[in-house]
């Protein structure tokens, strides 16, 4: 069983991960919180195939929630309510960034913030294991079930009956101290009459215990073997007709793909037994219990799927669920905040690296990333079809902002230019139908201009605290003060090589490049990242409550702090930001 800790910021959620087999959390990176939190944290639980979370409750030094606690909860809230089925527990914790950030520095010099979530979350998780593991320690007469071996059940002993796999809810862990019994103060004497038949009682439940033991390891091997797939023969080939033709010896039909299809209104079972029945699964009863277990059952959509006998019954399940409807498909997901070269200089983690995980060569990459592109969300960017508007711009990265942030769903072998051609379409059907263009002139910006403001605020906030941080930015502008945007500057770093990690802040903010805002006044040429729905509706509509604020920046505690002067801003940094405003960026 694996279970997901959470670290809930109010910038960035701290993930660790942990498997009740080994009893040891690790740290599991971090999620922005960019509107497309909830969605990511699902992602990842789906990876790990499990609906059971640890979330960190902030509380003071003398024990009360604070604000933070609340945020946790209404989180908490919204993960369950997008989640059916899924099991989440808080877990009482203070000052855990701290303690993390203590750990990372013997470690290593130089770490992310977000590093410092990912490793808050794994001290979480760690807290949470050896808690139930001390409960389950205390006396067989414990209230929680023993079923928590493997951390199946709900260990909540004041949860009713009703809150099983089925029923989407926050749980609380519950302290609640053992009650000894008295001791007594004389020495009964041993009744020798009840030593045999209690040994004969014994003996028995040993047996029963034994068979017991020997039933479930038979049953769990069986459960497990019909998981599995139907042929282990070897499909490496496009087709079975290729593999025909070649030394194969595997026969045709099974590497044949076999067209299943899913009705409205069919149950799992049916599912199953079509899928028996077409020769694709061992077992449908086992089909079957591993849906309902995993809570995929309901999640199964309707359509024509093409399966393989080399598939096993899991993967049958997750594409069913997936709903990805013909093997000719492929989807892409691009997240806001992402950028084409990837964060800090890890490709990885970019647009790019995406591309070439579909299969795209690096010559189909460049052409595609450096076509002219006739698309009115464009305008701006060309100062006529063979040059880029401002030659600052890298030619590889003329697109960097424009690749809108959703999951897109193409046919293999479809040419990038028309996937990207596809992409840039969303985005302007995005601009025309919120009216971003003539909400972005009323403010006095291009449309070109609003999209990379746009992708800063993207960087620099949580969606709530966009419509501020635009304020700020556009007094900064209006007044021809430069933005001074530290993601600006950390872009600036990763498109000139710069090794951050290897680099001191000072080093990061002199970088001589016009996207540092830091040391440039001005927008920077171009977008440093993919904006958000939110991130363009803020340029368009800032909050008018900031209209005299000229500076901000995020507290240990997570709020978004303003101020309109440099004294006073540089005061709000001694109140409020002791940690955060020295760590690396």
């Given at each position: 069983m694996r279970?997901?800790?959470?670290?809930?910021g109010t910038?960035?959620?701290?993930?660790?991960?942990?498997?009740?087999s080994v009893r040891i959390?690790?740290?599991?990176?971090?999620v922005?919180v960019?509107g497309?939190e909830?969605?990511?944290?699902?992602?990842?639980?789906?990876l790990?195939d499990?609906n059971?979370f640890?979330?960190?409750?902030?509380?003071?030094n003398?024990?009360?929630?604070?604000?933070?606690s609340?945020?946790a909860?209404?989180?908490?809230?919204?993960?369950?309510?997008?989640?059916?089925?899924?099991?989440?527990?808080?877990?009482d914790?203070?000052?855990?960034?701290?303690?993390?950030e203590?750990?990372?520095?013997?470690?290593?010099?130089n770490f992310?913030?977000?590093?410092?979530d990912?490793?808050?979350?794994s001290?979480?998780?760690?807290d949470?294991?050896?808690?139930?593991?001390a409960?389950?320690?205390?006396?067989?007469a414990s209230k929680?079930?023993?079923?928590?071996v493997n951390?199946?059940?709900?260990?909540?002993?004041?949860?009713?009956?009703?809150?099983?796999?089925?029923?989407?809810?926050v749980?609380?862990?519950?302290?609640?101290p053992?009650?000894?019994?008295?001791?007594?103060?004389?020495?009964?004497?041993p009744?020798?009459?009840?030593?045999?038949?209690m040994?004969k009682?014994?003996?028995?439940?040993l047996?029963l215990?034994?068979l017991?033991?020997?039933?479930?390891?038979?049953?769990?091997?069986?459960?497990?073997?019909?998981l599995?797939?139907?042929?282990?023969?070897?499909?490496?080939f496009?087709?079975?007709?290729a593999?025909s033709e070649?030394?194969?010896?595997?026969?045709?039909?099974?590497c044949?793909?076999?067209?299943?299809?899913i009705s409205?209104?069919?149950?799992?079972?049916?599912?199953?037994?079509?899928l028996?029945?077409?020769?694709?699964?061992?077992n449908p009863?086992a089909?079957?219990?591993?849906?309902r277990?995993?809570?995929l059952?309901?999640?199964?959509?309707?359509?024509?799927?093409?399966f393989?006998?080399?598939?096993s019954?899991?993967?049958?399940?997750?594409?069913?669920?997936?709903?990805v409807?013909?093997?000719?498909v492929f989807?892409?997901t691009?997240?806001?905040?992402?950028?084409?070269l990837g964060?800090?200089?890890?490709?990885q983690?970019?647009?790019?690296?995406q591309?070439?995980t579909?299969?795209?060569?690096?010559?189909?990459?460049?052409q595609?990333?450096?076509?002219?592109?006739?698309?009115?969300?464009?305008k701006?960017?060309y100062?006529?079809?063979?040059k880029?508007?401002?030659?600052?711009?890298?030619?590889?990265l003329?697109?960097?902002?424009?690749?809108?942030?959703?999951t897109?769903?193409?046919y293999n072998h479809?040419?990038?230019?028309?996937?990207?051609?596809?992409?840039l379409?969303?985005?302007?059907?995005?601009v025309?139908s919120?009216?971003l263009?003539e909400?972005?002139?009323?403010?006095?910006l291009s449309?070109?201009?609003?999209?990379?403001?746009a992708?800063?605020?993207?960087?620099?906030?949580?969606?709530?605290d966009?419509?501020?941080?635009?304020?700020v930015?556009?007094?900064?502008?209006?007044?021809?003060?430069?933005?001074?945007?530290?993601?600006t500057?950390?872009?600036?770093?990763?498109?000139t090589g710069?090794?951050r990690?290897?680099?001191?802040?000072?080093?990061?903010?002199?970088?001589?490049?016009l996207?540092?805002?830091?040391?440039f006044?001005g927008?920077?040429?171009?977008?440093?990242?993919?904006p958000?729905?939110?991130?363009?509706?803020?340029?368009?509509?800032?909050?008018?409550?900031?209209?005299?604020?000229?500076?901000?920046?995020?507290g240990?505690?997570?709020l978004?702090?303003y101020?309109s002067?440099?004294a006073e801003?540089?005061?709000?940094?001694r109140?409020h930001c002791q940690k955060l405003c020295?760590?690396q960026i």
């Open positions: 279970i997901i800790g959470l670290d809930v910038k960035r959620i701290g993930v660790a991960k942990a498997d009740t959390a690790i740290p599991n990176g971090y922005l960019n497309q909830i969605p990511e944290i699902l992602r990842i639980a789906r790990n499990t059971f640890v979330v960190g409750l902030p509380r003071s003398d024990g009360n929630e604070t604000a933070q609340a945020y909860r209404k989180f908490a809230d919204t993960l369950a309510a997008s989640m059916p089925g899924a099991r989440i527990y808080f877990q914790e203070s000052l855990t960034s701290v303690v993390a203590e750990r990372l520095k013997k470690r290593k010099k992310e913030k977000g590093e410092i990912a490793e808050a979350a001290i979480i998780l760690q949470f294991i050896e808690h139930y593991a409960k389950l320690a205390q006396n067989s929680i079930p023993n079923q928590l951390a199946a059940t709900n260990i909540n002993p004041s949860a009713s009956p009703a809150a099983t796999l089925g029923s989407p809810e749980q609380s862990i519950i302290n609640e053992t009650k000894s019994e008295p001791e007594s103060t004389e020495s009964p004497r009744d020798r009459s009840l030593e045999k038949p040994k009682v014994k003996r028995i439940l047996s215990f034994i017991l033991f020997l039933a479930g390891l038979f049953g769990g091997g069986y459960y497990w073997y019909s599995q797939p139907v042929s282990s023969a070897n499909c490496r496009d087709s079975a007709k593999a070649s030394n194969e010896k595997e026969s045709n039909s099974v044949e793909y076999q067209t299943i299809e409205a209104g069919e149950s799992v079972k049916q599912i199953a037994n079509n028996k029945q077409a020769d694709l699964i061992r009863l089909f079957e219990l591993y849906s277990i995993n809570n059952h309901a999640k199964l959509k309707t359509g024509k799927y093409s393989r006998k080399t598939m019954a899991r993967a049958i399940a997750k594409q069913l669920v997936n709903g409807v013909s093997s000719d989807n892409l691009i997240l806001p905040g992402a950028n084409l964060d800090k200089g890890k490709s983690t970019g647009i790019i690296h591309f070439r579909l299969g795209y060569s690096e010559e189909e990459i460049n595609a990333l450096t076509k002219h592109y006739d698309n009115p969300v464009l701006g960017l100062a006529d079809e063979t880029l508007s401002n030659p600052e711009i890298p030619a590889k003329a697109l960097e902002g424009y690749l809108y942030g959703e897109y769903q193409f479809e040419k990038l230019e028309n996937v990207i051609t596809t992409i379409n969303q985005f302007n059907d995005v025309v919120n009216q263009e909400k972005f002139k009323a403010r006095g449309l070109r201009e609003g999209i990379i403001l992708s800063i605020i993207q960087k620099e906030a949580r969606t709530e966009m419509p501020g941080v635009s304020m930015f556009q007094n900064r502008r209006r007044l021809g003060i430069a933005l001074g945007s530290d993601v500057a950390t872009y600036a770093a990763d498109i710069i090794d990690t290897n680099a001191t802040n000072a080093d990061i903010l002199a970088v001589n490049s996207y540092n805002t830091r040391k006044p927008l920077p040429p171009g977008p440093i990242a993919v958000s729905k939110a991130a363009l509706l803020a340029v368009a509509e800032p909050d008018s409550s900031k209209a005299s604020m000229l500076y901000f920046l995020t240990d505690d997570g978004m702090y101020s002067t440099d801003h540089n005061q709000k940094i109140d020295k760590v």
